[in-house]
């Protein structure tokens, strides 16, 4: 390790107190997304996946459409990682996965079939070396969302080196090849994950996924709907779950 360098910590670990460090919030006032647009550039910058910019941003269209969720993932208080979270329906099909392969989902939205159209995934590049656990933590809100709005599948729009771990950790299948997406320098193909039938197995081998029912409302709620001031949610994850990822 490098002198100076974070230390590698789980956050899965059975000392870890995960429930008491990791808090989800939902961004919704303009200074709150400006802080999440900001962070996405400097992973996308990092990565390799955005060309430079003067605004030092990266957002879209997607980001204030009324089927949009935009969620920062803090740890001890500090803001590691984000995930934008469209709920595709029938009657509101504003997602980045709709547009890009119209082809392939709108015959199913037809059908009356639900999305939950995970975008945007982003994480502190420091963040992401001192955590390695994030990307669950992350993803997971994903899930829940399938739970919480009655989905029928969990997509993904996933460059290539990145499928085996949807692929491991949601059983997903590609469904549609490599496109290109606005403002993404690597091409990205469709997978999807049937979330009724791979439900019970995904948190059975990761428990990590499972949530109450007061978690997930609360979560979900906007702004107008809650009735008290909590900015934030505290993940309610029971003890016996957290177990470490293999």
Known sequence: MKAGAEPRTSLFGPESGLSDRVDYRLMETPEEKDCIYLMRYK?????????????????DRYDDAPNAWIFGIY??????????????TSECRISGSADLFGDVLHPRLDRGEVFIDPLRLAADPEKARQFPDLPYLTVRLAYLACEHFNADTGLALVRAEHQAFYRRVFMSEVIAEPR???????????????????????????????????????LFQRAGERHSSLRGVVTSFDRASIVPIS
């Open 43 to 59: 992973a996308y910058l990092h990565g390799g996946v955005t060309a430079p910019s003067e605004s030092q941003r990266v957002s």
């Open 180 to 218: 290109s997406f606005p403002g993404f320098l690597p091409k990205v193909s469709l997978l999807a994950s049937d979330y009724r039938t791979v439900r019970e197995k995904v948190m059975t081998r990761f428990p990590i996924m499972r949530s109450t029912s007061v978690e997930r409302r609360m």
């Open 75 to 88: 740890v001890d208080g500090e803001l590691c990682s984000s995930i934008r979270l469209n709920v595709v």
